[in-house]
């Protein structure tokens, strides 16, 4: 967030009973008017973590995202959300903080509320900032591995159930041709060994393609965003033809949609890379990044991106990246 000072991020609930409500998931809207606001969050117990993304609407290209960590206070029903790093940073943000409260508009489920940029955010100082976003996904934009790793060290330890023990029953076997005597049978006794199930579930380690595009997703969040364009939607369906720019140099590129991994380590020349797409029906927002590979013999890595709307609109684009910054067009999907 474009402020002046460092601190935490505040969610304040009104419940209709004493539990704290589940609000994982992707919460978009904007603070003042004037900055987009994106809140991603994970929700286990009473615990929660996650991160946030936010730009400023007259210049996309000024945004941040930030990882936070927080809590339930179930006393006073509020949700208490710190931010602690940045994920990437334009130059000129910091961590945010802000009270919201929870409603209900038109259907929606709202939070809305205002942000205080001061340290002494307690203390009521500071000049309000106006906070509303709604819900769109009951799941988080993106989980990366920092999120993931929160998580582990956030839920409850697993109670393994240790298997009963079970003594051995006594058997008498039947004899054959008893042998008639004046002393007692003897009783013979034979242990039965029984074999408790397994009561631990096995674990599948994940396949081979999950880890690669998990290693990549890492890498670029490690660089920092520049985008093209911000092109306003009226159908699902787009499709993207993506050239090298000039030059045919060697340029190579890896295309991530909303986070995933759609094209890896592919060669861009003058035959085009045809990206067929249907925009995800959970968020009004998308982004396609463009993630250099290489610089190529001419650096930077340039491509041309020709974008078409199955409604006969074509849009011409030249993108930049280079080995610390990615390029980024975002898509803004608004139904006629």
Same mark, same amino acid.
């Given at each position: 967030?474009?402020?002046?000072?460092?601190?935490?991020l505040f969610l304040l609930f009104i419940a209709k009973n004493s539990c704290a409500q589940n609000i994982t998931g992707t919460w978009e809207g #904007?603070?003042?008017?004037?900055?987009?606001?994106?809140?991603? $969050?994970?929700?286990?117990?009473?615990?929660?973590?996650?991160?946030?993304?936010?730009? %400023?609407?007259?210049?996309?290209?000024?945004?941040?995202?930030?990882?936070?960590? !927080?809590?339930? #206070?179930?006393?006073?029903?509020?949700?208490?959300?710190?931010?602690?790093?940045?994920?990437?940073?334009?130059?000129?943000?910091?961590?945010?903080?802000? /009270?919201? /409260?929870?409603?209900?508009?038109?259907?929606?489920?709202?939070? /809305? !509320?205002?942000?205080?940029?001061?340290?002494?955010?307690?203390? !009521?100082?500071?000049?309000?900032?106006?906070?509303? %976003?709604?819900?769109?996904? +009951?799941?988080?934009? &993106?989980?990366?591995? %920092?999120?993931?790793?929160?998580?582990?060290?956030?839920?409850?330890?697993?109670k393994i159930k240790t298997p009963p023990v079970i003594t051995p029953k006594k058997i008498t076997p039947p004899q054959k041709n008893p042998i008639?005597?004046?002393?007692? @049978?003897? %009783?013979?006794?034979?242990?039965?060994?029984?074999?408790?199930?397994?009561?631990?579930?096995?674990? $599948?380690?994940?396949?081979?393609?999950?880890?690669?595009?998990?290693?990549? &997703?890492?890498?670029?969040?490690?660089?920092?965003?520049?985008? &093209?364009?911000?092109i306003v939607v009226n159908d699902r369906k787009i499709t993207l033809n993506v050239y090298d720019n000039g030059t045919i140099d060697g340029d190579?590129?890896?295309? =991530?949609?909303?986070?995933?991994? &759609?094209?890896?380590?592919?060669?861009?020349?003058?035959?085009?890379?045809?990206?067929?797409?249907? *925009? @995800?029906?959970?968020? +009004?927002?998308?982004?396609?990044?463009?993630?250099?590979?290489?610089? !190529?013999?001419?650096?930077?890595?340039?491509?041309?991106?020709? =974008?078409?709307?199955?409604?006969?609109?074509?849009?011409?684009?030249?993108?930049?990246?280079? *080995?610390?910054?990615?390029?980024?067009?975002?898509?803004?999907?608004?139904?006629?």
């Amino acid at each position: 967030m474009k402020r002046l000072f460092t601190i935490s991020l505040f969610l304040l609930f009104i419940a209709k009973n004493s539990c704290a409500q589940n609000i994982t998931g992707t919460w978009e809207g #904007d603070l003042d008017g004037e900055e987009f606001l994106q809140i991603n $969050i994970i929700q286990v117990g009473d615990k929660i973590c996650g991160y946030t993304w936010d730009y %400023v609407y007259k210049k996309s290209r000024d945004y941040c995202k930030a990882y936070f960590t !927080g809590s339930y #206070d179930k006393k006073n029903d509020v949700w208490f959300l710190s931010g602690y790093s940045f994920m990437a940073n334009s130059g000129g943000h910091v961590l945010m903080q802000l /009270r919201l /409260r929870d409603e209900i508009e038109d259907g929606d489920m709202i939070l /809305r !509320g205002f942000c205080r940029t001061k340290p002494s955010f307690f203390l !009521g100082a500071g000049d309000p900032i106006a906070v509303k %976003v709604k819900k769109v996904s +009951n799941r988080p934009y &993106i989980i990366t591995d %920092v999120m993931k790793d929160c998580v582990k060290s956030i839920e409850p330890p697993k109670k393994i159930k240790t298997p009963p023990v079970i003594t051995p029953k006594k058997i008498t076997p039947p004899q054959k041709n008893p042998i008639q005597n004046n002393k007692k @049978d003897s %009783v013979i006794t034979a242990p039965i060994i029984v074999k408790p199930r397994d009561s631990i579930t096995k674990i $599948i380690p994940p396949a081979k393609k999950i880890e690669l595009d998990t290693n990549r &997703i890492n890498k670029t969040n490690e660089r920092i965003n520049k985008v &093209i364009s911000r092109i306003v939607v009226n159908d699902r369906k787009i499709t993207l033809n993506v050239y090298d720019n000039g030059t045919i140099d060697g340029d190579s590129v890896t295309i =991530f949609y909303n986070g995933r991994v &759609i094209m890896s380590h592919k060669r861009l020349s003058d035959k085009p890379l045809l990206i067929d797409l249907t *925009l @995800d029906e959970n968020t +009004n927002i998308h982004s396609v990044v463009l993630f250099a590979e290489n610089l !190529g013999s001419i650096p930077p890595n340039t491509a041309l991106i020709i =974008f078409t709307t199955s409604t006969g609109k074509r849009y011409e684009l030249l993108s930049s990246a280079t *080995l610390s910054q990615n390029a980024e067009l975002i898509f803004e999907y608004k139904p006629k």
